[in-house]
């Protein structure tokens, strides 16, 4: 505790009973928020020294917080953070959401995966990158490059948030919210497609170095400050676990690697 709080907490001198004064409860709330900060402050620099400038990329279906936990983690220690749709949106002048109605998805991805090998060209960044970003095999050529921390919490939590958000702004969630003017029906139509979209995801996501749940504070989801201690001491215990510190390690299990001809342009042609 700092001498500050100490002195907010210290009694009265006088001995006559008195309630505290409202300015002083926020004096101490706010000092001791300034104690957590500091505290996540040199927390966030000193795994940052162990990471030696490898860079974080977040990664986890919408609505999990990458951009959010992105900018505040990043703050913490002391790197610098990017977001590959806000900086799609730099380039392009579109949002997502626009590019998806204008130019479709596969070539939204494209945009996306540029974006992506323009960023990993960097060090000591944090990047939170779209909830998409997993699907293109060639991605995690550069996801690889970093340390990769998914971000994990129930289907519930992420539809109640992307609903809050607006589902307008999420592409392959907009035909899902805004048909029906009932909370429950829509909650449970944002679900279902949260659940779609993990079960062909799901194979790529657990590639992650690391896994952060976003669980529980009254089932409203850990607080922003609460998620980034989680990944700080998951980053400090793996980074301290491992031999090689310059890059983590994370054996595929059999039955995780399938290899496909995407294009179909690698096989036997047929009248070959
Ligand atoms: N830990 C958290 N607690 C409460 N709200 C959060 C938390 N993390 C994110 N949010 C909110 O959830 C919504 C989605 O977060 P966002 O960072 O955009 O997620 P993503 O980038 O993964 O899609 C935003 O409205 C954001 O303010
Ligand atoms: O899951 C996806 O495919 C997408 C997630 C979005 O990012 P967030 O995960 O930040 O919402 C955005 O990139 C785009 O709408 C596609």
Same mark, same amino acid.
């Given at each position: 505790m700092s001498a500050s709080t100490m002195r907010a907490f210290a009694p009265a001198p006088c001995a006559r009973p008195r309630s505290v004064s409202r300015s002083t409860t926020r004096r101490v709330a706010l000092a001791a928020a300034a104690d957590a900060t500091s505290a996540q402050y040199l927390r966030g620099r000193a795994v940052a020294d162990k990471l030696v400038g490898t860079s974080v990329f977040l990664i986890g279906i919408m609505g999990t917080g990458k951009s959010t936990v992105g900018a505040a983690l990043a703050k913490a220690m002391g790197y610098k953070h990017l977001d590959t749709d806000e900086l799609i949106q730099g380039v392009t002048k579109k949002t997502p959401a626009e590019l998806f109605a204008e130019l479709g998805e596969s070539e939204f991805r494209a945009i996306e995966s540029l974006i992506l090998a323009e960023v990993a060209a960097y060090k000591n960044c944090v990047v939170s990158t779209g909830g998409g970003i997993v699907c293109e095999r060639t991605n995690w050529m550069h996801l690889h490059n970093g340390v990769t921390v998914r971000l994990h919490g129930e289907n519930e939590l992420l539809a109640k948030r992307v609903l809050a958000d607006g589902v307008e702004k999420r592409?392959?969630?907009?035909?899902?919210?805004?048909?029906?003017?009932?909370?429950?029906? $829509? +909650?449970?139509?944002?679900?279902?497609?949260?659940? =779609?979209?993990?079960?062909?995801?799901?194979? +790529?996501? =657990? $590639?992650? /170095?690391?896994?952060?749940?976003?669980?529980?504070? /009254? /089932?409203?989801?850990?607080?922003?400050?609460?998620?980034?201690d989680r990944i700080l001491e998951a980053l400090d215990a793996r980074v301290s676990e491992d031999a090689v510190q310059s890059k983590l390690k994370n054996e595929p299990k059999d039955g995780d690697i399938t290899v496909t001809d995407p294009r179909g342009e690698l096989g036997p042609k047929p009248n070959a």
């Open positions: 592409p392959l969630l907009a035909s899902e919210g805004g048909e029906s003017d009932d909370e429950s029906e $829509q +909650m449970a139509r944002v679900v279902a497609r949260i659940e =779609k979209l993990l079960e062909a995801r799901e194979s +790529m996501y =657990k $590639q992650a /170095d690391l896994t952060v749940p976003l669980g529980s504070r /009254d /089932d409203a989801g850990a607080p922003v400050d609460v998620v980034i």
